[in-house]
């Protein structure tokens, strides 16, 4: 990995600990570094390029942000399968799990080649109008399908592969990836799916029947959600960073998008992670 990219959030008082951190290691081995504009200032030896097109040449991206940061980043990288090194300088940061503190020998180590990765899942969705395609969405967290107006109940109808499941009356309809798990679908009363899982959850949000609970069906389904005529004016918010207004008879087709998100693995389980960004076992 010669060629290294930094990605991040341009307002936050610890990056330029951060980049520092990264620039160091990268230095020592010689890396090319491009940095997305907005942190130019950070590194005049870098080369300042747009984030498009860091992500769009980087063998190795660095992501120094909360998850939400590193949402981004993969929309930019698109069907580009590079690691990605996230450093948190957000609220939880389970996408981004290295601290600034230990990034700089965490980093060194992966630019030797010393490291592993998480390949994460993520999902396709088509909007789909008739016989148009919408929109066509990449998606690594989650799909929210959910009313335009505050305090209106949906009615969702599922289908996966095939089979009728139920109509969801709720506030809305999540399916979540094993990643989006412990975003708004565990707020949502879901389960926590480990992230190497193959599975996808759908948690109705505020459901009107309180037996209408979360379901965990496999990685591998193809889900199709369609709206009731008579409900609200809805929309679909993917990954809570692009929305598409739906009208009745809107259909969203939903399966695992091609290649994988490969996540540098930082140097704690998976439940010390839990443990440690949800306070478990705290007084």
């Not at 998480?118 to 998606?139: A, E």
Request: proline share 6%; glycine share 8%.
């Amino acid at each position: 990995m010669r060629i290294l990219g930094i990605l991040g959030k341009t307002k936050h008082p610890d990056i330029e600990q951060a980049v520092s951190s990264v620039l160091r290691p990268a230095k020592a081995a010689a890396c090319r570094v491009l940095i997305e504009k907005g942190l130019a200032n950070l590194a005049p030896e870098a080369d300042a390029l747009s984030p498009e097109e860091v992500a769009g040449q980087a063998e190795c991206l660095v992501v120094l942000g909360g998850d939400g940061t590193l949402i981004r980043a993969l929309r930019l990288l698109d069907e580009r399968q590079v690691p990605i090194f996230g450093i948190n300088l957000g609220f939880l940061g389970f996408l981004t799990p290295f601290t600034v503190d230990e990034a700089e020998a965490e980093f060194t180590r992966v630019l030797r080649g010393d490291f592993e990765t998480d390949d994460r899942m993520r999902l396709q969705v088509d909007v789909l109008r008739g016989d148009k395609r919408l929109s066509r969405q990449r998606v690594f967290n989650d799909l929210v399908v959910s009313s335009a107006e505050i305090s209106r109940i949906t009615t969702v109808r599922a289908h996966i592969d095939g089979s009728f499941v139920t109509a969801y009356r709720a506030d809305g309809l999540i399916v979540a990836t094993p990643s989006g798990s412990t975003a708004y679908a565990m707020a949502a009363g879901g389960p926590i799916v480990m992230p190497n899982s193959r599975a996808l959850v759908l948690a109705p949000i505020c459901p009107h029947t309180l037996t209408m609970r979360p379901l965990v069906v496999h990685g591998d389904s193809r889900i199709r959600l369609e709206l009731d005529k008579d409900g609200p004016p809805m929309v679909a918010t993917f990954d809570g960073q692009h929305v598409v207004e739906l009208v009745y008879g809107d259909r969203l087709e939903i399966e695992q998008a091609p290649g994988r998100v490969l996540l540098v693995r930082p140097p704690r389980d998976q439940f010390q992670l839990l443990r440690s960004k949800l306070k478990w076992g705290q007084g």
